[in-house]
């Protein structure tokens, strides 16, 4: 989290699908200088650090959400994937979170009924140990869209494994277990379903902004377009823009603040 300046909203990062709030670093190294306030990037329900629940939908995850966030100040909600839509559920207004304002980064507008089947299927599988943590390391890469873009020994990675002894936790990190390793996602989230896109942008009580990469293939700028009359695109950019290229974001976040501060 940022040093708290108690000027202007709070801003919060969310993470998507399998991976953690680590996925936001590069960003975070840059908004000292950009965005005058206090921040934080949460692990999401079932993610990293943060507890599990007993089933995943986006308003489930939203309340769990909302438990940490304050009620007594205006919150701006920056979401990638799966976060983009917990952003566009808490600005439902339904949770008791002032939300100012919510950007949805690189959400996936449209799911086939064989991509929902094999969701499903992921979840209901028992989660995976692995013998070694470069094994661990591999498969939380591919689950978080993250392979090719961080190191095995990043944060980003550090904060989704798991080293376990004979089925039981140990801890996170480089701690060394007379096991194995897991991932701390808790697959079951991968039932969580397809979100109803133009119900949330419906229901908004707060500015609603869609981006994603120009080269996004899970969220092409005419599934976008369908929806709003004016997506932000990001040239260049693919599906983790966020980690490709943080200091992209920072003109929509800058543009964002100012109108928040100017409505008071």
Not at 237 to 264: F, M, T
Request: glycine residues 12%; proline residues 7%.
């Amino acid at each position: 989290m940022g040093d708290t300046h108690d000027v202007g909203p709070l801003l919060v990062l969310l993470h998507g699908l399998g991976a953690t709030g680590a996925v936001w670093d590069g960003l975070d190294e840059l908004l000292p200088e950009h965005w005058p306030g206090d921040w934080m990037a949460p692990d999401l329900p079932g993610h990293g650090a943060a507890e599990h629940l007993p089933r995943y939908t986006f308003g489930g995850m939203a309340a769990a959400l909302a438990e940490r966030l304050p009620v007594d100040r205006p919150v701006v909600l920056l979401g990638h994937s799966l976060g983009g839509v917990l952003a566009l559920t808490l600005a439902s207004g339904w949770f008791g979170v002032p939300v100012a304002a919510a950007i949805g980064l690189g959400v996936k507008v449209r799911w086939k009924p064989e991509e929902l089947a094999k969701a499903a299927a992921l979840a209901a599988k028992p989660a995976k140990e692995f013998d070694n943590r470069a094994e661990a390391a591999d498969r939380h890469l591919k689950v978080s869209g993250l392979l090719g873009l961080v190191a095995e020994d990043s944060r980003a990675v550090r904060t989704g494994l798991v080293a376990t002894n004979g089925g039981g936790l140990v801890a996170t990190d480089y701690v060394h277990a007379d096991g194995g390793w897991r991932l701390a996602f808790d697959q079951r989230a991968f039932a969580v379903g397809a979100p109803d896109l133009p119900g949330l942008l419906a229901t908004a009580k707060c500015r609603t902004v869609l981006a994603a990469g120009e080269h996004d293939p899970m969220s092409p700028v005419e599934h976008l377009r369908a929806l709003v009359d004016d997506p932000v695109i990001l040239p260049g950019r693919g599906h983790n823009a966020h980690v490709e290229a943080p200091a992209d974001l920072l003109p929509l976040l800058s543009d964002v603040h100012a109108e928040v501060v100017a409505r008071g």
